[in-house]
């Protein structure tokens, strides 16, 4: 998170208390860490061959926390079977992967 959603100040990644307003951002940041995490290992369930696994982890990473990626990777799990839905996700899909580091 870039920016204190409270108040907008802007804000290094591993802050917990915004300088501007003092609000305590530990749950939100703990919130996006349980969103990658779940990111991550549906990614590596995708890896081992469990689509369905994958599928599960992303959709629970989405409803934690929603991110233009987190979407791409659950849509992309969930139409995985449909071919024009994968056609369409596929270019998406690697542009997220190849800006993975910045998330
Ligand atoms: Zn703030």
Redo the contacts with the bound molecule.
Sequence with gaps: MKK?P??R?GRTHEESL?R??G?DLTWMLDTQRLGRSLLVRAMAALHQGNPHKAAMLARRARFVHTTPFSRVVDDFLTYLDSRECLTRHKQEFKKYILEWDQW
Excluded: P
């Design positions: 204190c409270i108040c100040a915004c501007r307003c609000s």
